[in-house]
């Protein structure tokens, strides 16, 4: 079956659960209503459904190949790439003076999630432009700006993030790429990067490379590490390309996933060293490239929604036409067989898919309403607050989302039985897609360890204890509500409130004294955190009262409480973990491991 974004789902998500309505009507939103956001979705679900969506198999199977002329996408590619540049699409959440639209960056995420769960393959391309017009609009020169953010934004042009080198994965202390001044304000890098999405491709006419890269007198380690723009073809003063620049794709990598994504080594001055601009200061660049990488890290656990809701959605198609065996007390005629998603096991895993899908879709949803009132909140005040809350929830929702995508595609595999396990159902594809999810943009195990050690800390607690508080409340108008299904809700939101709480107490209690056993239980911690965290924005969906609406509407007070029953007792669970350190971890040597 096809895609069909759930755009009512998403936008009651967005406006009324996550805030972003809140915002709509104000300040620099002035001229949006909440009911322009949802035109907006509406329009791009017709594009995600009609144009990508059909693409996905096709491009799987079909997959990239690297000509003597460069990298070509699989069939479709490029004329869906044009019509998505038609449309718009890029310049979403973009500022006006560089050709946006100015809408908020909640509603562009949301526009992500759907070319995502179109066509992941694709989808990757905007991520990573848009990344780079982030870290331009914040570091570029005016000059760079100028020439480069426009195409950007519009999207004729696209943008790579050049980090990982053979030598230097996640930590970039190893990196070796060079940067050597030319005396004119211009650069020439060498060196080679691995693992880059879209380094190359025959979509748009050119490609804007952001690279790290070492100044000759640069300090060791990341302190002397710099940010460079270097084109694939270089850029005229008078915006027109220039010269074919000498950055190339040298190859391609054979992938579990994603075949219709080009990930590229790409070899940076073998002819004489590829010409490139700084960006920001010199020896500041990783300071530069994580304006580019916290944004893309939270488009990353939109991508985890993304691939769950597709593979949910594929799950309910299949198991509402396939008959195998009878219920009990079928009124079913003798030999007759009914769909398997009357039965019960069939029924709990799909509603798993569903309430974990939601869960972190609200999740990446309030973390993109943080950063947009980070940056268009009312005051002084709003903003640092919204910053606050962006920065605790960056980790949360890159960790928890792409791991609940590839649960929930393992999940999609198990509906279809034997037949997920072959290729032609289209459930196997959406399981190899997702498993990049925790890898890349920071693995979930280094998310894990941002959140203990630099976000949990911020304003020494207050910032993850504000939202707790918010949970509590949750909570407490679910008590309040003398709803028998909202009940129960709070009762379990109370236990896992409960248990986060003291994991929380412990882990700020110990990561000064007790590094170790807080890094041990780190991701226990932040999975209890996305869970607790999960159950307490249902709730507050299951508790939202549009005017017009039923005060208990049906669909989501039972998602509500079937993901307070069936999910939420999973953080009691993960609190023992948490909290347990380390010493367990090296009960046994190396030898004795591998013996």
């Given at each position: 079956?096809?895609?069909?974004?759930?755009?009512?789902?998403?936008?009651?998500?967005?406006?009324?659960?996550?805030?972003?309505?809140?915002?709509?009507?104000?300040?620099?939103?002035?001229?949006?209503?909440?009911?322009?956001?949802?035109s907006v979705?509406?329009?791009?679900?017709?594009?995600?459904?009609?144009?990508?969506?059909?693409?996905?198999?096709?491009?799987?199977?079909e997959?990239?190949?690297?000509?003597?002329s460069?990298?070509?996408?699989?069939?479709?590619?490029?004329?869906?790439?044009?019509?998505?540049?038609?449309?718009?699409?890029?310049?979403?959440?973009?500022?006006?003076?560089?050709?946006?639209q100015?809408?908020?960056?909640?509603?562009?995420?949301?526009?992500?999630?759907?070319?995502?769960?179109?066509?992941?393959?694709?989808?990757?391309?905007?991520?990573?432009?848009?990344?780079?017009?982030?870290?331009?609009?914040?570091?570029?020169?005016?000059?760079?700006?100028?020439?480069?953010?426009?195409?950007?934004?519009?999207?004729?042009?696209?943008?790579?993030?050049?980090?990982?080198?053979?030598q230097?994965?996640?930590?970039?202390?190893?990196?070796?790429?060079?940067?050597?001044?030319?005396?004119?304000?211009?650069?020439?890098?060498?060196?080679?990067?691995?693992?880059?999405?879209?380094?190359?491709?025959?979509?748009?006419?050119?490609?804007?490379?952001?690279?790290?890269?070492?100044?000759?007198?640069?300090?060791?380690?990341?302190r002397?590490i710099?940010?460079?723009?270097?084109?694939?073809?270089?850029?005229?003063?008078?915006?027109?390309l220039?010269?074919?620049?000498?950055?190339?794709c040298?190859?391609?990598?054979?992938?579990?996933?994603?075949?219709?994504?080009?990930?590229?080594?790409?070899?940076?001055?073998?002819?004489?060293?590829?010409?490139?601009?700084?960006?920001?200061?010199?020896?500041?660049?990783?300071?530069?490239?994580?304006?580019?990488?916290?944004?893309?890290?939270?488009?990353?656990?939109?991508?985890?929604?993304?691939?769950?809701?597709?593979?949910?959605?594929?799950?309910?198609?299949?198991?509402?036409?396939?008959?195998?065996?009878r219920?009990?007390?079928?009124?079913?005629?003798?030999?007759?067989?009914?769909?398997i998603?009357?039965?019960?096991?069939?029924?709990?895993?799909?509603?798993?898919?569903?309430?974990?899908?939601?869960?972190?879709?609200?999740?990446?949803?309030?973390?993109?309403?943080?950063?947009?009132?980070?940056?268009?909140?009312?005051?002084?005040a709003?903003?640092?607050?919204?910053?606050?809350?962006?920065?605790?929830?960056?980790?949360?929702?890159?960790?928890?989302?792409?791991?609940?995508?590839?649960?929930?595609?393992?999940?999609?595999?198990?509906?279809?039985?034997?037949m997920?396990?072959?290729?032609?159902?289209?459930?196997?594809?959406?399981?190899?897609?997702a498993?990049?999810?925790?890898?890349?943009?920071?693995?979930?195990?280094?998310?894990?360890i941002?959140?203990?050690?630099?976000?949990?800390?911020?304003?020494?607690?207050?910032?993850a204890?504000?939202?707790?508080?918010?949970?509590?409340e949750t909570?407490?108008?679910?008590?309040?509500?003398?709803?028998?299904?909202?009940?129960?809700?709070?009762?379990?939101?109370?236990?896992?409130?409960?248990?986060?709480?003291?994991?929380?107490?412990?882990?700020?209690?110990?990561?000064?004294s007790?590094?170790?056993?807080?890094?041990?239980?780190?991701?226990?911690y932040?999975?209890?955190?996305g869970?607790?965290?999960?159950?307490?924005?249902?709730?507050?969906?299951?508790?939202?009262?549009?005017?017009?609406?039923?005060p208990?509407?049906?669909a989501?007070?039972?998602?509500?409480?079937?993901?307070?029953?069936?999910?939420?007792?999973?953080?009691?669970?993960?609190?023992?973990?948490?909290?347990?350190?380390?010493?367990?971890?090296?009960?046994?040597?190396?030898?004795?491991?591998?013996?």
């Amino acid at each position: 079956m096809t895609y069909r974004a759930p755009v009512r789902d998403m936008a009651f998500l967005l406006n009324e659960v996550a805030g972003l309505g809140q915002l709509a009507g104000k300040g620099d939103f002035a001229d949006f209503t909440a009911d322009d956001f949802r035109s907006v979705m509406e329009e791009g679900a017709k594009l995600a459904g009609d144009i990508l969506a059909p693409l996905n198999k096709t491009g799987d199977s079909e997959g990239v190949r690297l000509e003597a002329s460069g990298v070509k996408t699989a069939t479709g590619f490029a004329a869906a790439y044009r019509r998505w540049v038609e449309g718009g699409w890029g310049s979403v959440a973009a500022a006006p003076e560089h050709g946006g639209q100015g809408l908020p960056l909640a509603l562009a995420t949301a526009m992500q999630e759907m070319w995502n769960a179109a066509n992941m393959a694709f989808g990757l391309c905007p991520i990573l432009s848009q990344g780079a017009v982030e870290a331009l609009s914040a570091h570029g020169t005016d000059e760079q700006k100028r020439l480069y953010l426009p195409k950007l934004v519009s999207g004729e042009w696209t943008g790579t993030m050049n980090l990982t080198e053979p030598q230097a994965g996640s930590d970039l202390n190893a990196l070796k790429a060079k940067a050597v001044p030319q005396g004119d304000g211009t650069y020439k890098i060498s060196g080679t990067k691995i693992f880059i999405t879209y380094g190359d491709h025959d979509m748009a006419e050119n490609i804007v490379h952001l690279v790290l890269a070492r100044l000759p007198d640069a300090p060791a380690g990341t302190r002397g590490i710099s940010l460079f723009l270097v084109p694939k073809f270089l850029v005229n003063p008078d915006g027109s390309l220039g010269a074919r620049n000498d950055a190339k794709c040298t190859g391609l990598e054979e992938k579990i996933g994603i075949h219709a994504s080009p990930t590229c080594v790409m070899t940076f001055g073998d002819e004489g060293g590829a010409i490139g601009t700084l960006i920001g200061e010199e020896n500041r660049g990783l300071a530069c490239m994580f304006t580019m990488m916290n944004n893309a890290r939270l488009l990353v656990g939109t991508q985890g929604v993304a691939i769950a809701e597709r593979a949910f959605q594929h799950a309910l198609s299949y198991a509402q036409e396939r008959k195998q065996g009878r219920p009990t007390g079928s009124p079913l005629a003798p030999g007759e067989m009914a769909p398997i998603v009357v039965h019960p096991d069939v029924r709990r895993m799909l509603l798993t898919m569903k309430s974990l899908t939601n869960a972190a879709r609200a999740i990446c949803y309030a973390n993109a309403v943080a950063i947009d009132t980070a940056h268009h909140g009312e005051d002084e005040a709003a903003r640092a607050a919204g910053q606050a809350r962006a920065d605790l929830l960056t980790p949360i929702a890159k960790s928890f989302s792409t791991d609940i995508g590839c649960e929930v595609a393992s999940i999609g595999v198990q509906i279809h039985g034997g037949m997920g396990f072959i290729e032609e159902t289209g459930a196997g594809q959406f399981y190899r897609d997702a498993r990049i999810l925790p890898i890349y943009e920071g693995t979930n195990g280094i998310q894990a360890i941002d959140l203990v050690t630099r976000k949990l800390p911020l304003g020494q607690g207050a910032v993850a204890r504000a939202f707790i508080a918010e949970m509590k409340e949750t909570a407490e108008r679910a008590h309040a509500s003398n709803n028998a299904d909202m009940l129960a809700v709070a009762a379990a939101l109370d236990e896992g409130i409960k248990a986060l709480d003291t994991a929380t107490d412990y882990m700020l209690a110990n990561l000064k004294s007790k590094p170790d056993d807080c890094l041990a239980g780190a991701t226990p911690y932040l999975r209890l955190f996305g869970t607790v965290a999960g159950g307490h924005f249902l709730a507050r969906a299951a508790l939202a009262n549009p005017q017009g609406e039923d005060p208990f509407p049906v669909a989501r007070v039972s998602l509500a409480r079937f993901y307070a029953e069936q999910v939420l007792p999973a953080s009691l669970g993960l609190l023992t973990p948490a909290t347990s350190g380390a010493s367990v971890l090296y009960a046994l040597d190396a030898e004795a491991l591998a013996g």
